[in-house]
Protein backbone atom coordinates (compact mmCIF):
# COMPACT_ATOMS: atom_id res chain seq x y z
CA UNK A 1 0.00 0.00 0.00
CA UNK A 2 1.08 3.70 -0.75
CA UNK A 3 0.49 4.72 2.84
CA UNK A 4 3.29 2.73 4.07
CA UNK A 5 5.91 4.12 1.37
CA UNK A 6 4.29 7.54 2.51
CA UNK A 7 4.63 6.88 5.84
CA UNK A 8 8.16 6.02 5.42
CA UNK A 9 9.10 8.77 3.32
CA UNK A 10 7.79 10.93 6.20
CA UNK A 11 10.05 9.54 9.02
CA UNK A 12 13.07 10.41 6.29
CA UNK A 13 11.78 14.01 6.47
CA UNK A 14 11.42 13.78 10.14
CA UNK A 15 15.37 12.37 10.70
CA UNK A 16 16.56 14.89 8.02
CA UNK A 17 15.19 17.35 10.71
CA UNK A 18 16.76 16.18 13.28
CA UNK A 19 20.50 15.11 11.66
CA UNK A 20 20.32 18.97 10.12
CA UNK A 21 19.00 20.97 12.80
CA UNK A 22 18.29 20.32 16.69
CA UNK A 23 17.24 23.97 16.94
CA UNK A 24 14.73 24.07 14.69
CA UNK A 25 13.55 19.97 14.98
CA UNK A 26 12.90 21.08 19.16
CA UNK A 27 11.05 23.96 17.56
CA UNK A 28 8.96 21.13 15.38
CA UNK A 29 7.94 19.81 18.18
CA UNK A 30 6.37 22.35 20.20
CA UNK A 31 3.55 22.39 16.93
CA UNK A 32 0.73 20.33 17.34
CA UNK A 33 1.01 17.05 15.83
CA UNK A 34 -1.65 17.71 13.52
CA UNK A 35 0.74 20.32 11.44
CA UNK A 36 4.25 18.93 12.45
CA UNK A 37 5.15 16.49 10.05
CA UNK A 38 3.87 18.72 6.83
CA UNK A 39 6.54 21.47 8.40
CA UNK A 40 9.46 18.39 8.72
CA UNK A 41 8.20 17.55 5.26
CA UNK A 42 9.03 21.09 4.29
CA UNK A 43 12.28 21.46 5.83
CA UNK A 44 13.57 18.15 4.67
CA UNK A 45 13.26 19.22 0.85
CA UNK A 46 14.93 22.61 1.83
CA UNK A 47 17.45 21.33 3.33
CA UNK A 48 18.43 18.80 0.61
CA UNK A 49 18.26 21.27 -1.69
CA UNK A 50 20.43 23.76 0.27
CA UNK A 51 23.13 20.60 1.08
CA UNK A 52 23.42 20.34 -3.13
CA UNK A 53 24.78 23.72 -3.70
CA UNK A 54 26.62 24.38 -0.15
CA UNK A 55 28.05 20.83 0.42
CA UNK A 56 29.22 18.46 -1.99
CA UNK A 57 31.88 19.84 -3.55
CA UNK A 58 33.71 16.52 -4.74
CA UNK A 59 30.51 16.02 -7.07
CA UNK A 60 28.91 18.26 -9.81
CA UNK A 61 26.21 20.25 -8.11
CA UNK A 62 24.37 21.67 -11.42
CA UNK A 63 24.30 18.02 -12.67
CA UNK A 64 22.75 17.13 -9.52
CA UNK A 65 20.76 20.23 -8.93
CA UNK A 66 19.30 19.77 -12.26
CA UNK A 67 18.36 16.57 -11.56
CA UNK A 68 17.36 17.05 -7.96
CA UNK A 69 14.59 20.19 -9.88
CA UNK A 70 13.73 17.24 -12.59
CA UNK A 71 12.55 14.75 -10.23
CA UNK A 72 10.90 17.35 -8.05
CA UNK A 73 8.63 18.71 -10.65
CA UNK A 74 7.28 15.29 -11.72
CA UNK A 75 6.72 14.63 -8.04
CA UNK A 76 4.70 17.83 -7.84
CA UNK A 77 2.42 16.68 -11.25
CA UNK A 78 2.38 12.95 -10.51
CA UNK A 79 1.96 13.70 -6.86
CA UNK A 80 3.93 10.89 -5.65
CA UNK A 81 8.19 10.51 -6.25
CA UNK A 82 10.83 7.45 -5.28
CA UNK A 83 12.86 10.00 -3.45
CA UNK A 84 11.34 10.11 -0.36
CA UNK A 85 12.09 13.53 0.49
CA UNK A 86 10.51 14.98 -2.21
CA UNK A 87 7.22 12.67 -1.75
CA UNK A 88 7.32 13.65 1.62
CA UNK A 89 7.24 17.33 0.37
CA UNK A 90 5.06 16.65 -2.46
CA UNK A 91 1.94 15.43 -0.23
CA UNK A 92 2.48 18.52 1.63
CA UNK A 93 2.10 21.26 -1.18
CA UNK A 94 -0.78 19.37 -2.97
CA UNK A 95 -2.77 19.15 0.55
CA UNK A 96 -2.07 22.20 0.99
CA UNK A 97 -2.16 24.08 -1.89
CA UNK A 98 1.35 25.73 -1.61
CA UNK A 99 1.55 27.89 -4.92
CA UNK A 100 4.15 26.79 -7.27
CA UNK A 101 4.99 30.48 -7.46
CA UNK A 102 7.08 29.98 -4.12
CA UNK A 103 8.51 26.60 -4.85
CA UNK A 104 10.03 28.30 -7.92
CA UNK A 105 11.25 31.17 -5.86
CA UNK A 106 13.23 29.27 -3.63
CA UNK A 107 14.99 27.28 -6.14
CA UNK A 108 15.44 30.06 -7.82
CA UNK A 109 17.53 31.18 -5.24
CA UNK A 110 19.55 28.03 -4.67
CA UNK A 111 20.43 27.49 -8.00
CA UNK A 112 21.75 31.42 -7.35
CA UNK A 113 24.38 29.72 -5.07
CA UNK A 114 25.60 27.23 -7.66
CA UNK A 115 27.36 30.11 -9.66
CA UNK A 116 27.24 33.92 -7.88
CA UNK A 117 28.83 34.65 -4.97
CA UNK A 118 28.67 38.45 -4.46
CA UNK A 119 25.61 40.27 -4.08
CA UNK A 120 26.22 44.07 -4.70
CA UNK A 121 22.75 45.70 -4.68
CA UNK A 122 19.89 45.43 -2.07
CA UNK A 123 17.79 44.41 -4.78
CA UNK A 124 19.90 41.19 -5.54
CA UNK A 125 20.18 41.11 -1.81
CA UNK A 126 16.10 41.53 -1.20
CA UNK A 127 15.45 38.95 -3.85
CA UNK A 128 17.84 36.28 -3.11
CA UNK A 129 16.29 36.45 0.26
CA UNK A 130 12.74 36.37 -0.59
CA UNK A 131 13.60 33.28 -2.10
CA UNK A 132 15.71 31.68 0.18
CA UNK A 133 14.05 32.36 3.38
CA UNK A 134 10.85 34.23 3.22
CA UNK A 135 8.58 31.73 0.45
CA UNK A 136 10.00 29.06 3.44
CA UNK A 137 7.96 31.17 5.64
CA UNK A 138 5.04 31.44 3.18
CA UNK A 139 5.11 27.56 2.71
CA UNK A 140 5.12 26.90 6.53
CA UNK A 141 2.61 29.69 6.93
CA UNK A 142 -0.13 27.70 4.32
CA UNK A 143 0.61 24.65 6.72
CA UNK A 144 0.14 27.28 9.99
CA UNK A 145 -3.75 28.68 9.00
CA UNK A 146 -4.48 25.19 7.11
CA UNK A 147 -6.41 26.62 4.00
CA UNK A 148 -7.41 30.13 5.98
CA UNK A 149 -6.80 32.42 2.59
CA UNK A 150 -7.76 35.39 4.90
CA UNK A 151 -5.23 34.58 7.67
CA UNK A 152 -2.48 33.58 5.03
CA UNK A 153 -3.08 37.17 3.45
CA UNK A 154 -3.12 39.09 6.95
CA UNK A 155 0.03 37.31 8.09
CA UNK A 156 1.93 37.09 4.87
CA UNK A 157 4.05 40.43 5.57
CA UNK A 158 4.87 38.76 9.28
CA UNK A 159 5.64 35.51 7.83
CA UNK A 160 7.93 37.00 5.04
CA UNK A 161 9.60 39.28 7.62
CA UNK A 162 10.79 36.25 10.20
CA UNK A 163 12.02 34.25 7.49
CA UNK A 164 14.11 37.44 7.02
CA UNK A 165 15.35 37.63 10.10
CA UNK A 166 16.12 33.95 10.74
CA UNK A 167 18.02 33.75 7.41
CA UNK A 168 19.96 37.32 8.03
CA UNK A 169 21.23 35.90 11.10
CA UNK A 170 22.20 32.47 9.97
CA UNK A 171 24.21 34.68 7.35
CA UNK A 172 25.82 36.81 10.10
CA UNK A 173 26.63 33.37 12.36
CA UNK A 174 27.86 31.69 9.29
CA UNK A 175 30.30 34.28 7.88
CA UNK A 176 33.51 32.61 8.33
CA UNK A 177 32.12 29.28 6.75
CA UNK A 178 30.16 31.47 3.65
CA UNK A 179 33.37 34.22 3.06
CA UNK A 180 36.21 31.96 3.45
CA UNK A 181 34.84 28.35 2.32
CA UNK A 182 32.24 29.35 -0.30
CA UNK A 183 33.34 32.68 -1.24
CA UNK A 184 30.27 34.17 -0.69
CA UNK A 185 29.18 37.75 0.29
CA UNK A 186 25.74 38.34 0.70
CA UNK A 187 25.26 41.28 2.38
CA UNK A 188 25.75 44.41 -0.34
CA UNK A 189 27.91 47.77 0.55
CA UNK A 190 30.12 45.51 3.35
CA UNK A 191 33.36 44.77 3.09
CA UNK A 192 33.44 41.00 5.32
CA UNK A 193 37.30 41.06 5.00
CA UNK A 194 37.31 44.25 7.58
CA UNK A 195 34.31 44.27 8.79
CA UNK A 196 33.50 46.56 11.71
CA UNK A 197 31.27 47.81 14.77
CA UNK A 198 29.45 50.36 12.56
CA UNK A 199 28.94 47.98 9.41
CA UNK A 200 28.01 44.93 11.97
CA UNK A 201 25.69 47.22 13.88
CA UNK A 202 23.95 48.30 10.94
CA UNK A 203 23.14 44.46 10.12
CA UNK A 204 21.92 43.82 13.56
CA UNK A 205 19.47 47.15 13.23
CA UNK A 206 18.18 45.52 10.26
CA UNK A 207 17.88 42.41 11.45
CA UNK A 208 15.88 43.56 14.91
CA UNK A 209 13.69 45.18 12.49
CA UNK A 210 12.48 42.40 10.38
CA UNK A 211 12.04 40.47 14.55
CA UNK A 212 10.13 43.32 15.31
CA UNK A 213 7.32 42.97 12.40
CA UNK A 214 7.68 39.19 12.04
CA UNK A 215 6.30 38.85 16.37
CA UNK A 216 3.65 41.00 15.03
CA UNK A 217 2.57 37.93 13.05
CA UNK A 218 3.68 34.98 15.63
CA UNK A 219 0.71 36.76 17.73
CA UNK A 220 -1.80 36.39 15.58
CA UNK A 221 -0.97 32.55 14.70
CA UNK A 222 -3.43 29.95 15.29
CA UNK A 223 -2.85 27.74 18.53
CA UNK A 224 -1.45 24.84 16.79
CA UNK A 225 1.51 26.83 15.76
CA UNK A 226 2.21 30.12 17.77
CA UNK A 227 3.92 27.78 20.63
CA UNK A 228 6.31 26.40 17.98
CA UNK A 229 7.39 29.80 15.85
CA UNK A 230 7.64 31.56 18.96
CA UNK A 231 10.10 28.89 20.34
CA UNK A 232 12.09 29.56 16.90
CA UNK A 233 11.50 32.86 17.66
CA UNK A 234 13.10 33.17 21.08
CA UNK A 235 16.19 30.53 19.70
CA UNK A 236 17.19 33.32 16.96
CA UNK A 237 16.67 36.09 19.07
CA UNK A 238 19.00 34.87 21.50
CA UNK A 239 21.85 33.86 18.31
CA UNK A 240 21.02 37.60 17.62
CA UNK A 241 21.83 38.85 21.04
CA UNK A 242 24.77 37.03 21.25
CA UNK A 243 26.15 38.05 17.61
CA UNK A 244 25.36 41.55 19.26
CA UNK A 245 27.82 41.61 21.67
CA UNK A 246 30.26 39.56 20.07
CA UNK A 247 33.35 42.03 18.40
CA UNK A 248 33.17 42.19 14.85
CA UNK A 249 36.67 40.26 14.55
CA UNK A 250 35.18 37.46 16.51
CA UNK A 251 32.32 37.08 13.93
CA UNK A 252 34.78 36.37 11.15
CA UNK A 253 36.71 33.90 13.03
CA UNK A 254 34.03 31.61 14.77
CA UNK A 255 31.05 30.68 14.23
CA UNK A 256 28.26 32.03 17.20
CA UNK A 257 26.18 29.56 18.83
CA UNK A 258 23.96 28.95 21.66
CA UNK A 259 25.14 25.74 23.97
CA UNK A 260 22.46 23.09 24.87
CA UNK A 261 22.13 24.16 28.45
CA UNK A 262 20.91 27.47 27.52
CA UNK A 263 18.56 25.93 25.00
CA UNK A 264 16.49 24.06 27.44
CA UNK A 265 16.08 27.47 29.39
CA UNK A 266 15.20 29.49 26.41
CA UNK A 267 12.10 26.16 25.98
CA UNK A 268 11.36 26.65 29.55
CA UNK A 269 10.98 30.70 29.13
CA UNK A 270 8.92 30.55 25.90
CA UNK A 271 6.69 27.69 27.42
CA UNK A 272 6.29 29.89 30.92
CA UNK A 273 5.07 33.18 28.63
CA UNK A 274 3.08 30.75 26.69
CA UNK A 275 1.08 29.82 29.37
CA UNK A 276 1.14 33.14 30.89
CA UNK A 277 0.01 34.39 27.60
CA UNK A 278 2.43 37.18 27.63
CA UNK A 279 3.33 36.70 24.10
Known sequence: MKSIFDNVSFDCSVKVTKAYSTSFSSAVKMLAPSIRQDIYNIYG???????????FHDYDKEALFSQFEKELSLALTQ????????????????????PIELIDAFMHSM?????????????????????????VGLMCLKVFVNGNDEKYEELKHSAMR??????????LRDLKADF????RTYFPNTDLSRLDEASKQQIINEIQADFDAGFEGIQKLPIEAKFGVYT???????LLSKLKKTPS??????????PDYEKVGLLAKCYLNYRLNIL
Not at 45 to 55: G, P, S
Not at 111 to 135: F, P, R
Not at 180 to 183: H, I, V
Open 249 to 258: VEIKNTRIRV
Open 232 to 238: AYIYYKK
Open 79 to 98: KISLNPILNSFQHTVNKYNI
Open 180 to 183: EDLS
Open 162 to 171: LGSAFQKVNF
Open 111 to 135: KLDLHKSVYTTVEEYNQYIYGSADV
Open 45 to 55: FVRFADEIVDT
